[in-house]
């Protein structure tokens, strides 16, 4: 079992930064494929990055590849999410996510196990 919550969400500028955190429960953290999602109002969830357990493969959206970085520390049982360049279009709750990784970095939302509660980031024009 894996608990997830995420922090760093908050109201920014078009153009800001913003890091959102996914801190993780459990001492088989590093086992886990992370993900981060996001759902804006009145529109589906999507996918936005995703990491495998050593950092090594990375996996992004078209949307944010090039201002949207992933990163984890095992050590910490931490996943973080560098916005860069934030746009309106990225306001959004945005959702921690792990699984066990049977399908690497490109698995869908459905594949994933665990969820964090959500943290909200809001872009302003």
């Known amino acids: 079992q894996v608990q997830l919550v995420e922090s760093g969400g908050g109201l920014v500028q078009a153009g800001g930064s913003l890091r959102l955190s996914c801190a993780a429960s459990?001492?088989?953290?590093?086992?886990?494929?992370m993900g981060w999602f996001r759902q804006a109002p009145g529109k589906e969830r999507e996918f936005v990055a995703a990491?495998?357990?050593?950092?090594?493969?990375?996996y992004y959206a078209d949307s944010v590849k090039g201002r949207f970085t992933i990163s984890r520390d095992n050590a910490k049982n931490t996943v973080f999410l560098q916005m860069n360049f934030l746009k309106p279009e990225d306001t959004a709750i945005y959702y921690c996510?792990?699984?066990?990784?049977?399908?690497?970095?490109?698995?869908?939302?459905?594949?994933?196990?665990?969820w964090g509660q959500g943290t909200q980031v809001t872009v302003s024009s």
């Open positions: 459990g001492r088989t953290f590093s086992r886990y494929v």
């Open positions: 990491i495998n357990w050593s950092g090594g493969s990375v």
């Open positions: 996510a792990a699984y066990g990784g049977r399908k690497g970095v490109a698995a869908t939302q459905y594949d994933y196990d665990y």
